[in-house]
Structures are given as structure tokens and as C-alpha cells.
């Protein structure tokens, strides 16, 4: 069976922006930023993930927060194609269905896994599990 589901769980990387649609919805998008574990090279990488969600709830949720706060989110993700078919653009984005601020202690930027003996840092960072979907109709 086919999966689409994401579990995100990063900082806000500025403020949130609103797009009115011409249905009169409206697209809310932010990016969360998310660190990789430590290369060999003992840099820290991060990914700047676009995330998108046309629900009220979840908007007000995400509109509360402040640049680099944590929050957790949850979607799918989508590809979409804009422009003229001469040029087109293909934008990868997590439509999100459900975000809550992240509360759980996470480690100081800089330290990682080999730093931590008992897993106990190690342990906040892994995402909680969710259930599988049952099979529909």
C-alpha cells in the first residue's frame, strides 16, 4: 500500500507568510529548518523545508509562533508544477494537516549522538509513532 505521510520536527525559520487564493482560500507557508546528524567532517548540516497548509487551525497554530521556535508538523508530501508549459517549475512542498509547538527538551546545537552515553538526547529526537492508515472502501 502506498504512503504519503511526513513527521517533522524542527525550528521555524522566520515569519509566516499568507497567500490569498482566488477561491478565497488561503495558502499560509513558512519553512522549518532541520538538522542532519554530523557529517564525518564535523560539520552540522541543515534542511530548509517548505511547508504549506490551507487549514485555518492549523495556520492560527503556526502564526502564533515566533522565528526559531519548535514546532512539530505533520502532512504529506507534494509536488507541484507552475508556469506556461514552455517553462515549467517544479516546487517540492509538505502540505501540512496538523502542527503543535515542540516542547521536549532537545540537546544544544552542537552536541550529537557520539556525545551522548546513555541515549537519553538521542531519545528526544526520535519522532513518536503513528499508526497506519486503515484501507478505505
Not at 509566516?16 to 519553512?31: I, Y
Amino acid at each position: 500500500m502506498d504512503r504519503n505521510e511526513v513527521l517533522l520536527v524542527g525550528r521555524l525559520s522566520g515569519p509566516v507568510e499568507e497567500h490569498p487564493l482566488p477561491s478565497g482560500d488561503t495558502a499560509t507557508k513558512w519553512r522549518i529548518i532541520v538538522r542532519r546528524r554530523r557529517s564525518r567532517r564535523g560539520a552540522a548540516l541543515t534542511d530548509s523545508i517548505p511547508c504549506v497548509t490551507f487549514d485555518p487551525e492549523t495556520a492560527a497554530v503556526v502564526r502564533a509562533l515566533k522565528p526559531r521556535d519548535y514546532v512539530e508538523v505533520t502532512g504529506s508530501f507534494r509536488c507541484r508544477v507552475f508556469g506556461p508549459s514552455a517553462a515549467k517549475i517544479w516546487r517540492y512542498e509538505v502540505e501540512v494537516s496538523g502542527a503543535k509547538p515542540y516542547e521536549a527538551d532537545l540537546p544544544a546545537p552542537g552536541s550529537g549522538p557520539e556525545d551522548d552515553t546513555d541515549g537519553s538526547q538521542v531519545a528526544t529526537l526520535i519522532p513518536r509513532q503513528v499508526q497506519y492508515l486503515a484501507p478505505t472502501g
